[in-house]
């Protein structure tokens, strides 16, 4: 405190005076010092000079020493205003404050880093659980792929994942009512409705679906049937003579595929058959079309072949 008290001495000023004060004083002090500077031009007034440059680093370590003071005071009420409602924790408040300031994106990013770890092992774990479960499975007999209107009647009272675990498993077991002795059906059901209004969204997954997926049978209603095989995506069933000998008018279904001079039988009208009552979905149309690179492509005749015959 003395120190500070001499400080003002130093410098002209009564003890206590503001900030402003010093500022201003010290300022003044500082451009008579540089007229002294400018007239030092001779040996004679060296000496004299030197004296008054020790006397300014003076002036200028009292004028630090009041400003690093007034910056205390400043500093001070600051803390007592945020942290003195913690009392005797109020200095491992502050602390704790300042960490935060200065470190606060190293401690977010951190936690992101580890949050993204977790995420990470859990899918690894999640992934290789799948691939174990999968691997548990019985080969694929035949897998199929339905899109169109096709929608799952709401019969049990479960939701969310529940829900479509028991429809997944219920429609799977449907399928394979009516082939005793195929262990496995893979499938998947891609909803898509006929208003133009509300179709783009649905169609777009569709097409992603197309894309990712390789199904053996696409089960579909008429304007899937007509959307897909425009693509040259379904096999021309004319081309299975056991199978076209059994189609009539009315179960042939008929399209112009690209590169087709006429059109061809690319799919085959199941609605009547025992397939509608097998899989219990609400539908308009029930049109099966095989894949023309369809891995398991004898099945899949076989599969429309046992059907067609449930055809009253």
């Known amino acids: 405190m003395e120190d500070l008290k001499q400080a003002y001495t130093i410098l002209g000023l009564e003890e206590g005076s503001s900030k402003e004060e010093v500022e201003k004083r010290y300022t003044t002090l500082l451009k008579r010092e540089r007229s002294r500077a400018k007239e030092q031009k001779n040996e004679s007034v060296t000496g004299k000079y030197q004296q008054q440059e020790t006397n300014f680093k003076t002036i200028t370590e009292a004028y630090r020493l009041i400003l690093a003071h007034e910056d205390r005071k400043v500093t001070d009420a600051f803390n007592e205003k945020e942290y003195g409602k913690y009392k005797r924790f109020s200095g491992q408040a502050q602390k704790m404050d300042h960490f935060w300031r200065y470190y606060r994106f190293h401690t977010i990013g951190a936690i992101v880093l580890i949050v993204l770890i977790i995420y990470g092992i859990n899918s690894y774990i999640d992934k290789r659980e799948h691939e174990k479960f999968l691997a548990g499975l019985p080969p694929v007999d035949l897998s199929i792929s339905l899109m169109g ?164």
Request: aromatic share 10%; proline share 5%; charged share 25%.
């Open 149 to 312: 209107t096709f929608i799952e009647p709401d019969t049990k009272e479960q939701t969310g994942p529940e829900r479509d675990e028991y429809y997944n498993d219920r429609l799977g077991q449907s399928l394979l009512k009516s082939f005793p002795e195929w262990k496995r059906i893979e499938h998947s059901l891609t909803f898509v409705p006929q208003e133009e209004s509300s179709q783009y969204a649905h169609l777009q997954k569709a097409i992603v679906t197309l894309m990712s997926e390789h199904p053996d049978i696409y089960i579909v209603d008429k304007f899937m049937f007509n959307w897909i095989g425009s693509q040259s995506v379904f096999l021309n069933l004319g081309d299975a003579p056991l199978l076209a000998e059994q189609l009539t008018d009315d179960t042939a279904m008929r399209l112009q595929a690209e590169g087709d001079a006429t059109a061809q039988i690319y799919g085959v009208d199941l609605k009547e058959s025992q397939l509608a009552a097998d899989l219990n979905l609400l539908h308009a149309d029930l049109i099966v079309a095989v894949r023309a690179n369809a891995n398991n492509p004898d099945e899949a005749l076989q599969f429309i072949e046992t059907y067609l015959k449930t055809i009253p």
